[in-house]
DNA sequence: TTGTAAGCGTTATCAG
DNA sequence: CTGATAACGCTTACAA
């Protein structure tokens, strides 16, 4: 049994022959300490294995390095990447992520809060459902900043990154058109995201501007199950739609797969397709979508920054939001016009 | 400007009209105290809005509830999957998930479990490259537990959990016999992961046994544009295979893509293929890929578990390490025997 | 630049 | 069951 299990500063600074200070200013950038002090605490640090208690350093300075990342659907392939690229950024930035799944659990969100409410982080990110409105406050009030990823949240104080959702779903109904498509299609999930609505929306608004009718589907989860369910529903419909746009990229790998090895179309021959999120496996050569990307990077990258700046303007009331557009990435799954 | 941020366990006490102590007390579980303080207790501190400092209590307990995942390649699908059942097992058992993500760095386990370190993290979970000897050791000796999942290294005192590699390389070998295949190949990154290069040899022998030659290839990542490449490669070939093993499932999609849209090969017809891990796109009827399985929930409980049991025997010399055995799951990839 | 001393929010110990 | 008191390991005035 080794009884004693952490070195702290204090064995450090008696090996050293300082003061246990000497040894904080050390590892404290910024701090005023002379070469000479510095090298022999550091020597002694190595020695003894010291490695400084993030836990206490928190405490005292009322700052746990710590960003919560509240996620659900992690093994999706939009969700996974762009938690990838958080992570690589929160940590270039000298913080460290707490992760909180919320897959399995009710309430979940809020408690994934109270979670990092206790753990004192600085911030927390939130890709996942919406939290409820008291929650939020509290988080606010105990000086946590928030981050809500395509949640689009009302109330002000969190930070907000959104896409041009509508804008896009009008973009896919003028290249349909311009692909000869004129029975048009939109195939959703019935979760009702308000994103994955605008998405919607945009398309078929766009769509009657242009004249013509949309067929809207909903069912299931964003997954590519519910995808090929949308597909038998709506390709044995009498009037079959010449071109779908797909509220999610796996809703539309699910649409592709069942259209051609159930109904035997070809694509974008018979059918053109379009897609959301461009996940890896939109580039595919079985899928080959058109789709838009997720600016991920640019998310995260908005995101840390934002962490990064001072809490001084974070108190104030401003509303902070961000809108970010999304680009259409042109593959075979749509007919050149 | 809300100067005074968190409520302390201080504040609760004098607006409940106890001691100190009988808060913190009520927050433990399992420690004694009255009906009636409990609640006023209570009352005070959703009243205040009181969260228990962790920082702190880890600080005096030794005990942070913190659990350090190292991962890579988290946008991977299996990767993701294993990192989604470890979350959710984590937080059942009561801890907390710190992510440290290896992707974009050198060094990187080693500074990665330096930071578990400093968080004073009760365990960490190792899904990316191998940590040093040296650090491995030193986390030990801090009273830290380590699970290493199929990294297959020999220290003794990390938990390690690796599949039936070899065997399973066999098995496909054999399968592939049955089909009538003659012609085999094996399509593996140039990584080189203990893992990956136990299927090969597994199956390289197996087919051996039966007097077969092996075409071995390996190139690139584990990736789906590394399986591209491999199919170049190995199809263009005088001797083309009728049958290929991939090492992971990401190469055998890459792989069949190539064989399919740029060779105009029919699978399984003119090329039977097995691949390893049992992603998500492995059921996709693009793909139908007959695969190996990973026991990804198995895995996680057996290291949450593991991270659960006391730390008594942890200590102990003994060589902790589990044998997992990956299920076959046919599909349509290959023949009928 | 350095050391001293106070304090951060807990929990553990030990009387009462 | 309860309340005082002493840690825990660190940072940070403050004084030297």
New interface residues.
């Given amino acids: 049994?080794?009884s004693k299990?952490?070195v702290s500063a204090q064995e450090v600074a008696e090996k050293a022959g300082v003061s246990r200070s000497a040894v904080s200013r050390t590892f404290t950038p910024g701090a005023s300490v002379s070469a000479e002090t510095r090298r022999r605490v550091l020597e002694a640090a190595e020695a003894l294995?010291y490695?400084?208690?993030?836990?206490?350093r928190?405490?005292m300075r009322?700052e746990?390095g710590?960003v919560c990342?509240i996620v659900s659907d992690?093994?999706?392939?939009y969700?996974?990447?762009l938690?990838?690229e958080l992570?690589?950024q929160l940590?270039n930035a000298g913080k460290?992520?707490?992760?909180?799944?919320t897959?399995?659990?009710d309430g979940s969100v809020d408690r994934a809060l109270?979670?990092a409410?206790?753990?004192?982080a600085d911030a927390s990110i939130i890709l996942s459902g919406l939290p409820d409105k008291s929650i939020t406050q509290?988080c606010l009030?105990?000086?946590q900043r928030l981050v809500l990823i395509n949640r689009d949240d009302d109330q002000p104080g969190p930070l907000k990154i959104n896409l041009d959702d509508f804008e896009s779903g009008g973009r896919v109904a003028t290249a349909f058109f311009r692909a000869g498509c004129r029975s048009l299609a939109f195939a959703n999930s019935e979760a009702g995201t308000p994103s994955l609505m605008r998405r919607e929306h945009g398309f078929v608004a766009a769509a009657a501007k242009l004249g013509l009718d949309v067929t809207v589907e909903r069912h299931g989860s964003t997954g590519?199950e519910a995808g090929k369910v949308l597909a038998q529903r709506m390709l044995t419909r009498a009037e079959r739609p010449d071109a779908v746009f797909c509220a999610t990229d796996l809703l539309a790998?699910?649409f592709?797969?069942?259209a051609?090895?159930q109904f035997g179309l070809s694509i974008p021959h018979q059918l053109c397709v379009a897609g959301f999120d461009d996940i890896?496996?939109a580039s595919?050569?079985?899928?080959d979508l058109t789709t838009f990307a997720q600016p991920v990077m640019t998310i995260a990258t908005r995101a840390v920054e934002w962490l990064g700046s001072g809490r001084?303007d974070a108190?104030s009331e401003v509303e902070h939001s961000v809108r970010l557009t999304a680009e259409l990435i042109w593959r075979g799954s749509i007919r050149a016009g």
């Fill in positions: 049994m080794s299990l952490f294995g490695h400084v208690n993030h836990l206490a928190g405490l009322n746990s710590i990342l992690v093994a999706t392939p969700r996974s990447a938690l990838r992570t690589i940590q460290v992520a707490m992760f909180i799944n897959d399995r659990s109270q979670q409410i206790r753990y004192r509290l009030r105990n000086g590519y790998c699910g592709m797969d069942a051609r090895h890896e496996q595919w050569s079985s899928f001084d108190t």
